[in-house]
């Protein structure tokens, strides 16, 4: 069994409540899901008990397998110190909670501490941002080269998609299509896949069901429109959850 995730966390026992734990969570989210994914490039040999180093800030303790293939760890919490940076670009306090944490739980399971020094590494050479391209389809017919593009930071998760000609590569028009709260669980099921239908440039939902499409004359004319399927009732519950994870809107 390989290490393939990295979390942070406050602990319960500090008290904050589960609103202001979340928040916490959320801002940080991007740094673990981007250590997270470039950990299992390194395949790091655990003992067969877990997959998972969870690090919880707040009252040190000593280190723990749980029942779910996960390692809990702590890190010292201080307050004070994360008002300064949350809802900001500073991510040093976020890294040095999480160096302390994988450094306890190496020592404790005997794993190369080099790894760790590996992972900030690779964190600072992207300039300490989680981007990716998540598809990228050829539409031949239209002419069109279809990009979704994620963006992955400390206060929103986005999607933005980017259309441009094949003949000439020149961008047609990008804009941002999913926004959701800066969280797998509220944005996972929310985008896969690029369609044509009907002159139709459809993107799915995890379920591979169309429900965002953008007119390909609009493309073609550089303008950068979508629209939603009414495939939908309005009390679907499933896609008003779909809907609100993707219009997020900073409180």
Known sequence: MYLRYISLTISDSCNFGSKYNYDFKCHCRYICNFLSKEVRKYKVLTD????????????????????DKCMVVSAPFDKDRYEKVRGTNDASYYLELIRIGLEQAFEYRKLPLQVITDLMNAFSVVR???????????????????????????NDFKVIAQFSSLKTNELLCEGVVIRSVPDEIAFDFCFRDLLVINNRIWITDFLKSPYIYFEIEDILSHNFVFGFSNQYIDDDEYYSLLMKNITYKTE
Request: charge should be positive; include cysteine; charged fraction near 25%.
């Open 128 to 154: 300490e941002k989680n981007e990716w391209i998540h598809k990228r389809v050829l539409f031949r017919e239209a002419g069109v080269k279809a990009i979704l593009l994620c963006k992955f930071s400390t």
């Open 48 to 67: 067969g008990t877990y997959n998972m180093i969870a690090i919880e800030a707040g009252i040190l303790c000593q280190p723990k397998i749980i029942y």
